[in-house]
């Protein structure tokens, strides 16, 4: 069974940093692109940051600058680490992976693995 848990969240100043990080298990991830969605109350849930396999980064243009993604592949970990936080950055953070490629234009129904989330929340 795969499972992809979140962990590194909380409550934070705006201005300040978090860095979360996801563990994957269950199969091996070797081809797989890794990334974080973030889900604000009554929105849909957006793309936020994923690393391919070979280390390629993707980032939406709300966090470029702000946000670094990276993964150690022997470990099956992702971690995104978040600077400069601002109040629009609350939401519910979720791991995601994928066969291939997750960017911006990936769509929730084509991303066969979740996490749980974890609460990011920004206070002024």
């Known amino acids: 069974q795969v499972q992809l848990v979140e962990s590194g969240g909380g409550l934070v100043q705006a201005g300040g940093s978090l860095r979360l990080s996801c563990a994957g298990s269950?199969?091996?991830?070797?081809?797989?692109?890794m990334g974080w969605f973030r889900q604000a109350p009554g929105k849909e849930r957006d793309f936020v940051a994923a690393i391919s396999w070979g280390g390629s980064q993707y980032y939406s243009d709300s966090v470029k600058g702000r946000f670094t993604i990276s993964r150690d592949n022997a470990k099956n970990m992702v971690h995104l680490q978040m600077i400069s936080l601002k109040p629009e950055d609350t939401a519910v953070y979720y791991c995601?992976?994928?066969?291939?490629?997750?960017?911006?234009?990936?769509?929730?129904?084509?991303?066969?693995?979740w996490g749980q989330g974890t609460q990011v929340t920004v206070s002024r």
């Open positions: 269950g199969r091996t991830f070797s081809g797989y692109a």
């Open positions: 995601a992976a994928r066969f291939g490629v997750i960017n911006g234009s990936t769509q929730r129904p084509n991303v066969p693995y």
